[in-house]
C-alpha cells in the first residue's frame, strides 16, 4: 500500500472536480483511541510536508480548519482517498485509516492569527517591480519560466517553507531547476537550470531561457552550481515587513484567478 501520496493530503486547490457521493459521516468521530491512531498515522505519513505539530513545512498550515475545497468530512476523505491531480498529493491508504487521521486533525487548534500580517497590495507589487521576482517566476501565464511556476504557491506551500526558500535560496533547490553550468570543448561556458539529462545528453535552460541540448561527448565538464540562480533575500535586502507583504501576496495564489488587478 503506498502512502507517499498522504504528503500535502490538504493543498486542496480550487476548482478540483469531486465525484458527488452522499454524506458521509466518520465513524471514529470523538473516539480517543482513533484519534491516537489518527496522530500517530499523521506523524508517520504526513508531517514530512506538513510538521509534526501540522503547522506546515513544505505543505501548508492544517490546524487552521480552513480548507479551499471544502472541509466537511466526507471532502476531507475522498481528497485523502483519492488525491489531488497535479499535486504531489497522489492519494492512498484505507477508509477506516483515512478516517482515523481525519479524527485526528478535527483535535487540532488554529495557530495564532500571524499568518495573516502582510498587505498582499504592497506583497505585488514587489514582486513586479523592486523584486524582480516575476523576470523569473510566471503566475497566471504571465512572467519568466527560469524559476518554478507560482501559480498555486499559496495552495502547496506554508508560511515557513515560503520564508526559508526566500531567504535562504540554495537550501533547498527544487528538483528541474538545479543551477548548472556546461564547459563546452571549446571552453565555452553556459550556465542555466538542469531540465533533462540521461547516459548520452543534457539538456538546461540557459539564463536568457533557452531550451538548450548538449550530447555529452560534445561536453568537456558539467558543473554542478551549489548556490542557486536565485539570491538569497536577507534582511538587509528584503525588510520583515516587506516580507511579510511578498508572503501575504504569495499565499493568496491558489491557482483560481490572478490575485488583485
Known amino acids: 500500500m503506498a502512502f507517499a501520496g498522504w504528503c500535502l493530503l490538504l493543498t486542496l486547490g480550487a476548482g478540483v472536480a469531486l465525484a458527488q457521493e452522499p454524506a458521509k459521516k466518520n ?40 480548507f479551499r475545497s471544502g472541509g466537511a468530512d466526507e471532502q476531507l476523505f475522498r481528497v485523502i482517498r ?26 487540532l487548534t488554529a495557530s495564532a492569527s500571524s499568518e495573516a500580517r502582510g498587505n498582499a ?4 507589487a514587489y514582486f513586479s517591480n523592486a523584486g524582480g521576482c516575476g523576470s523569473c517566476h510566471r503566475i497566471n501565464g ?4 527560469l524559476g518554478p511556476d507560482l501559480s498555486r504557491i499559496g495552495a502547496t506551500r506554508s508560511r515557513s517553507a515560503l520564508t526559508q526558500q526566500i531567504r535562504q535560496a540554495s537550501a533547498n533547490i527544487r528538483f528541474g531547476y538545479e543551477p548548472v553550468t556546461i564547459v563546452l570543448r ?14 548520452f ?13 548538449f550530447r ?23 525588510s520583515d515587513a516587506a516580507l511579510d507583504d511578498l508572503l501575504a501576496y504569495l499565499a493568496s495564489l491558489t491557482g483560481s484567478a490572478p490575485a488583485s488587478k
Open 27 to 66: 465513524p471514529f468521530e470523538g473516539d480517543a483511541r482513533a484519534v491516537q491512531q489518527g496522530q500517530a498515522l499523521f506523524r508517520a505519513r504526513c508531517a514530512n510536508c506538513h510538521g509534526v505539530d501540522a503547522r506546515g513545512v513544505i505543505g501548508p498550515d492544517l490546524t487552521t480548519g480552513q
Open 82 to 107: 483519492r488525491g489531488i491531480p497535479g499535486t504531489e498529493m497522489s492519494g492512498g491508504g484505507v477508509d477506516d485509516e483515512a478516517w482515523m487521521l481525519i479524527a485526528y486533525l478535527r483535535t
Open 121 to 124: 497590495q504592497s506583497g505585488e
Open 142 to 145: 504571465k512572467g519568466g519560466r
Open 186 to 199: 571549446d571552453k565555452r561556458r553556459i550556465r542555466g537550470v538542469r531540465k533533462n539529462e540521461d547516459t
Open 201 to 213: 545528453s543534457i539538456q538546461i535552460m540557459d539564463t536568457t531561457e533557452r531550451l538548450l541540448g
Open 216 to 238: 555529452k561527448t560534445d561536453v568537456a565538464e558539467i558543473i554542478d552550481e551549489r548556490p542557486s540562480l536565485m539570491p538569497d533575500f536577507d534582511s538587509k535586502r528584503l
